[in-house]
């Protein structure tokens, strides 16, 4: 059964399932498709979708402005000056409204058939774990690309041990009060395994299959973030050292023990 708009948001302070949070940067083309599919995908759950159009020049916000007034559960925001895919997730997760935020790119690769998949497998998880992590098999970006990203996998798991194969992959489902615990930087989206495991939380791991985009190119290169990204991947080696012990704590109540 398809829940209508009002028993979707029913409860907007803490009765939603989940939020879509969705960067986008210039992806007038490939949103609507998208946003049907995710529309299609979440489909009896209650939910909502965040879009953050990072200071698109092609007419992004008047696209999802016309999506939003004939599909309410999109609630759009904007960023006038572009501050980058971090940014723009982090825009979607203080503005969310959902238990859990699910991430997914706004250029189409990745897959909201997974969704519900990475809802489900962090729900089994328990109070214990606090993030579902999609990992990309059968990539379509270019051969440079590519490789660039297996070296970076691998450098990251030899250094964070975050058990993590994927950690860019755009799929992810993690739970929003552990999402606002996490400290912020820029590129912090592609350590949320890493960040999660120092808060004292688990991680669990889907595959998903990569796909090509049907509209425009990719809107960041390789060598653009290398050196950014060794630098990211040291600031998150210091965090996890200097995270010794994940307290415990128990409120006091009533009179002492004699």
């Known amino acids: 059964m398809t829940l209508s708009f009002r028993e979707t948001v029913a409860g907007a ?13 210039d992806e007038a083309e490939n949103l609507p498709i998208l946003l049907d599919e995710i529309g299609a995908a979440l489909a009896g759950r209650r939910f909502e979708v965040i879009v953050v159009d990072d200071g698109s020049s092609d007419g992004t916000d008047k696209v999802l402005q016309a999506y939003a007034a004939e599909n309410p559960w999109l609630r759009p925001f904007r960023h006038e000056t572009s501050c980058g895919q971090s940014c723009a997730v982090r825009t979607g997760v203080l503005n969310a409204r959902g238990d859990v935020v699910a991430t997914i790119d706004g250029d189409g690769e990745n897959n909201p058939d997974y969704i519900p998949k990475l809802l489900d497998a962090l729900k089994a998880g328990g109070p214990a774990v606090a993030l579902a992590a999609g990992q990309r098999l059968g990539r379509k970006a270019s051969l440079a690309k590519r490789l660039a990203s297996k070296f970076a996998n691998r450098l990251r798991g030899a250094i964070l041990k975050d058990d993590t194969r994927d950690s860019g992959c755009g799929l992810k489902a993690l739970k929003r009060e ?3 615990q996490l400290p912020y930087f820029d590129s912090w989206h592609r350590f949320l395994p890493a960040l999660v495991i120092r808060e004292g939380y688990g991680v669990v791991h889907i595959d998903v299959q990569d796909r090509q985009r049907r509209h425009g190119t990719s809107k960041y290169g390789i060598f653009d973030r290398a050196l950014i990204g060794i630098l990211d991947l040291f600031g998150v080696w210091w965090l ?17 023990d004699a």
């Open 240 to 256: 996890r050292r200097r995270r010794k012990t994940i307290p415990s704590a128990r409120a006091l109540t009533g009179a002492p």
């Open 13 to 25: 302070t803490g009765d939603l399932e989940v939020t879509v949070v969705v960067p986008a940067k």
């Open 178 to 180: 552990v999402f606002l």
